[in-house]
Structure formats: C-alpha cells, structure tokens
C-alpha cells in the first residue's frame, strides 16, 4: 500500500497530516510518497517516506500525478496536506479493497476538524458536503477526490492525465470504470478536514477552485456547461439552497449549519464568479493556488 500526499506548503505545515499517516503504515506494511512544490527542505522521516521535491511552479493536481507515478504498491491511497487521517483508516481501506476485489476506487468519508467558525463550516459544506456521512455506503458512479480516496493499480493506470493541470480524480471517476470494475464509496474510513482560512482566503480560494473547474470544463463545452453559463446570475443561490437542505441529513451540527448559510451563499457567488472566468479564459494560475 502505498499513501500519497500533495502539498505545496511543505514541512512543516504538513505535519499533522503526515504523522496521522506515519502512524498507521507500519500495521500496514505501506509507504509515504509526498510530492512536495513549497520549496522548502525535507523533512528526514526514515525509510517509509519518500519526498519528491517537486518545481514551485506545479499545481496539487501536477503534484499528484507525480505521486502516482513514484508510487510503487498495489493500492494507493491518497489524502491532502490539510487532513488528518482517524485511527483505522488504512486498515480499514485494506479491508474494503478485500470485500469489493472489482472496486478500481474506494471513496471514503470526510469530517470536519478544527475548523470553528462560521465561514469553516460553509467552506466544508460548500466544498465536501457528498462526502460528509453519512454515505450511501456501496457502488456508486462517482467516488471522492482526493480527500479520502483509494485506488488500485488499474485504477491509477486508467487515470486520465491532463499535463496542463494534472489528474483531477472528481472528474476522471468515469474513466475507471473500465473491464468490470466498479466504484465504491464507504464511510467506515474517515479523515478530518483542517482548513481555516479566514474570509479573505476563503473565499479566495473558492474563486480560484470555480476558475479551475471551469478551465477544465472550457476544453470541451456541452450543454451542461452552456447552461452554467447561461443561468450564472441564479445558479449560487440554487446550489446554496441545494446543499443548505442536503447538509441538515449529514453531520453538521444545526447550530453551525444556521450560522454559516449567509457564508454558503457568498462563497457560492465567489465559486460562480470563477467558473465564468474560467469559461471564458482558461484556468490561468488558478490551479497553482488551491491548496
């Protein structure tokens, strides 16, 4: 098994969710690959880890395509550098490949962790809220991204790669599937999400994430993508309501889900706004500043 981890913050930033996947590999028998665009030194963390200090100048998903590449085990595993793994979670995913040997990905559940305030809770919500359990735990056509995500060695094999962005699991789920195999999605392996921006980076953030899912989706236009563009002026609101009423049958405290519905809707618009820059310019460096 082998654990991969993006980062364009480096060590030591990446700390907490690096020891969180330090800790399990020895029951597991598994390797740490970091690909790593901060710049910064790596860390000496022993023989299980191996850091690829990768140019400045690449994106998460340039990163993890690297990753892939150096990984050497039969299932690779992936989280990102501001998650934390809970306890069990590789076992757990060694246990699931086991129960479903046709799963070319595993997806697994996401949990808020540190994040407190109001414009936290309408990031997670906004920005994990299908991987938030609980889950429709089985077969599914579309698994996680790479916040808690497993794949076995077809399944990296037929990963589509973009070389101008990268490898974005989200959209390339379909291209897994392929020779009988299947998606799951399960919720017994779990990662906390530990992402506190302020609102200013916030929602930065989530314009930069709009304009990159729009650079993407710009390659190949359909009418899907029209209609984004067409119904832009409504389309933050409908989605703030589609996932204000789909977040109050997950695990969101009320309280916290009440607080931060203004935040939703902000970061919805924010979220627009760079989808319709992104239709119509490209990607830019957008995805060189998601994190």
């Known amino acids: 098994m082998s654990v991969i981890v993006a980062t364009r913050r480096g060590w030591p930033a990446a700390e907490p969710a690096i020891a969180a996947i330090l800790a399990q590999l020895p029951d597991v028998g598994g390797e740490l690959v970091v690909a790593d665009a901060s710049g910064r030194p790596a860390p000496d963390l022993g023989a299980t880890v191996r850091w690829l200090s990768c140019p400045t100048s690449m994106s998460v998903f340039q990163l993890r395509s690297e990753a892939y590449a150096a990984a050497r085990g039969e299932l690779v595993a992936q989280t990102e550098d501001h998650c934390r793994v809970t306890p069990g979670w590789a076992r ?37 809220l299908p991987y938030i ?6 077969p599914v056509d579309r698994t996680t991204g790479a916040t808690n995500l497993s794949l076995t060695r077809r399944g ?7 070389p101008d962005i990268g490898t974005i699991e989200l959209f390339d789920s379909a291209a897994l599937r ?39 989706r710009r390659r ?26 789909a977040a109050r049958h997950k695990r969101v405290p009320g309280d916290a889900l009440r607080q931060a519905i203004p935040w939703i809707v902000w970061l919805q618009l924010c979220t627009s706004a760079g989808e319709l820059v992104g239709y119509a310019l490209g990607p830019g460096d957008s995805p060189q500043r998601l994190r």
């Open 92 to 128: 757990r995913i060694l246990e699931l490949h086991e129960q479903w040997p046709n799963a070319a990905a595993i997806g697994g559940a996401v949990e808020q962790g540190d994040g407190r305030e109001p414009i936290d809770w309408a990031a997670f919500v906004v920005t994990q």
């Open 133 to 138: 359990a609980p889950l429709a735990n089985g």
């Open 156 to 162: 990296v094999a037929r990963l589509p790669s973009h």
């Open 178 to 216: 392929d020779g009988g195999d299947i998606l799951v999605q399960d919720d017994s392996f779990v990662v906390l999400h530990d992402q506190s921006l302020g609102v200013a980076g916030t929602s930065v953030i989530e314009f930069h994430n709009g304009r990159t899912i729009g650079g993407f």
């Open 220 to 245: 190949a236009m359909d009418r899907r993508d029209w209609g984004r563009v067409a119904l832009a002026g409504v389309l933050p609101f409908y989605r703030s309501a589609r996932a204000i009423r």
